[in-house]
Each structure stands twice: as C-alpha cells, then as structure tokens.
C-alpha cells in the first residue's frame, strides 16, 4: 500500500504558518486534508533530536513485536483523538466532527492486516482509515492526494520521502522576526536561543533534503503564501500532480470558510500588513538578536531587506 499511496505532508517550525498553508489547502477537491495537525509520532523515537522537538510532531517508531492495533494505540495524534473520545474540551469543539476513533482504529486494523505491518505501510493506513471513519466530511469523488500536517517534521522528511515512494513534502518557512514575535505571544514561550535554534535547524533540513530529494522536497515562504496563496500553493499543486483550484484563495476546515485561522494555530489575520507589524512587536535588541542567529539564510529565504 506505501509504495502506492499519495501524500503531501506540510512541516514548518512553529508559527511559521504551517496551520495557515495547510487551511489554504483543506479545501482543494483533489485533497484529503487532515483536519488538525496530524501529531503521528509515537512514545518510542528516540534520537539525538528528541530532546528538541516534541516527539508527536515526529514521523513515528513502532515496535517490532506489535500488532496492528497495539501501533494504531501509539500514535499519538492528540488534537484527533481528543476531538473525537472527548470533545468538549477539545479547542475545537465549535466544529461539528464527526468521527469515532474506535471505529477508525479497526479499519486501521483492517488495511494494516492486508497490508502488513510497515511505517509506510502504517502511515497510508492511518490517513485512509481517517477519511473512512469521518462520517460528516466533504468528499467530491476526486480526492486522490492525501494531505498532512506537522510541526518540525521536516527533519523526518528523508524518512517520509523514502518510506512513501510517491510522496511530496512542502516546507514553508516565515521569516524568524514575526515567528518570534508571535511565539512570544504562547503562555509559555521558547527562549529566542530555544526558538531560534530550532527555526534554523528547520530550514538547514529543508535546504539539504531539496537537494537530496529534487523535485518531492518543496519550499515556499508563508509571505508569499499570505500575498498569492493561489499562485504560490497552484504551483505546488502542478509539481504534485493535481490542478490549481479556485478553494486554494481561502482558508477553509472541512470546506467551510475561516474568518481567521486559530485556533487551528496561533496566526489569525493572514495579511502582509500583519506580518510585518508583527516584526515591529519586537524591541531593536531583540531583532539585532535574530539576526545574528539567523545570518546565513537571510539572502537564501531573501529576508534580508525585511525589516527595512
């Protein structure tokens, strides 16, 4: 089934627009789009970046002597899983969902069981058995691309490309003043060392997995996304094999137009204006700060004249 099933799945470090891009996307009629992030990692990766990222946002490990059912359980794709088995307190309990995730653990089961037990293998059963399970989506009879989101991901992004041989990954990148600004804005928030370590990271993954994987490794800047999401998100429809759609001018979830996009993440006026005056949040130490840490991709991502 891997070798098969078509996916495009979004990374970007947190709030870069990741959440934003892939709204863009929900409504497309070739698209599957996951409803949420699709958190797909499990308890058990464990590497050398584990200590970074969360291990949700990671592309998952499963365990050699499980069962089918014993991987659909450790995947934790906790924004799906509360939504369904407990929505009121789900942030997005306003949307009408509906899902049983009991029922999309058995048709799991049921594609992994013919399948067999692969991470590719799991993964396309994962996806497929979501839109099965989902009584009240908007299907067109045209969908065929599957569509996915997670934070930070792209350092997997080898992993997916290799597992899922007709797969494509789209990596968008913000520029790290308003990313930083708007992290800030968490009730918690990363330090600006913390942040900006991972907001390079992301983008050196990024720069050297185009390279190794030319033409199923995609980036786009969220500006360009925020100015044309037509024209920026039609040319990766094209590169994916699917056609430019008329839904790719809005933010939509499940098809049903968004006046802003949180709390599926934390930007809500997806404008130019926005960003910009977003940057300005930030004191002068602080972008001079960002800067510093961020040198080597200013002419790369051309956010070099950003600020003025």
């Known amino acids: 089934m891997s070798n098969d099933f078509r996916l495009l799945m979004l990374g970007a470090m947190y709030e870069n627009g990741g959440n934003t891009t892939h ?21 058990m990766v464990q590497d050398h970046l584990t200590s970074m990222y969360p291990v949700k946002y990671r592309w998952p490990t499963f365990a050699l ?7 659909y ?17 789900s942030k997005f309990r306003h949307m009408p969902f509906d899902m049983n995730d009991d029922e999309r653990g058995k048709i799991y ?4 069981n013919k399948s067999g037990r692969s991470r590719g293998n799991n993964m396309a059963a994962f996806f497929k058995a979501t839109f099965d399970a989902w009584k009240d989506y908007k299907r067109t009879g045209d969908q065929q691309v599957y569509v996915g989101y997670s934070p930070i991901i792209v350092v997997d992004a080898d992993k997916i490309l290799n597992d899922l041989p007709q ?37 050196y993954y990024a720069l050297y997995f185009r390279e190794k994987f030319p033409g199923r490794m995609h980036i786009v800047r969220a500006e360009d996304v925020m100015a044309d999401s ?4 039609g040319a990766i429809c094209e590169k994916i094999g699917v056609s430019p759609a008329d839904s790719l001018r809005k933010p939509t979830w499940n098809g049903n137009e968004l006046e802003e996009v949180y709390p599926w993440g934390t930007l809500r006026k997806v404008t130019p204006a926005v960003n910009r005056a977003t940057a300005d949040e930030l004191s002068a130490a602080e972008k001079a700060a960002i800067r510093d840490y961020t040198w080597q991709y200013m002419d790369v991502f051309d956010y070099k004249n950003f600020l003025g």
């Open 23 to 43: 709204r863009f996307l929900d409504g497309h009629p070739q698209m599957f789009v996951y409803p949420f992030e699709s958190q797909i990692g499990t308890r």
């Open 65 to 71: 002597e499980a069962t089918p059912a014993q991987d």
């Open 73 to 89: 359980k450790a995947i934790i794709d906790e924004e799906g899983k509360v939504r369904s088995r407990t929505p009121n307190v």
């Open 109 to 112: 089961e049921e594609y992994v």
């Open 167 to 203: 797969a494509h990954f789209l990596h968008v990148v913000r520029n790290p003043w308003s990313a930083y600004a708007d992290t800030k804005k968490r009730p918690v928030p990363l330090s600006l060392h913390h942040y900006m370590l991972g907001w390079t990271m992301n983008q």
């Open 230 to 233: 037509y024209k920026t998100l």
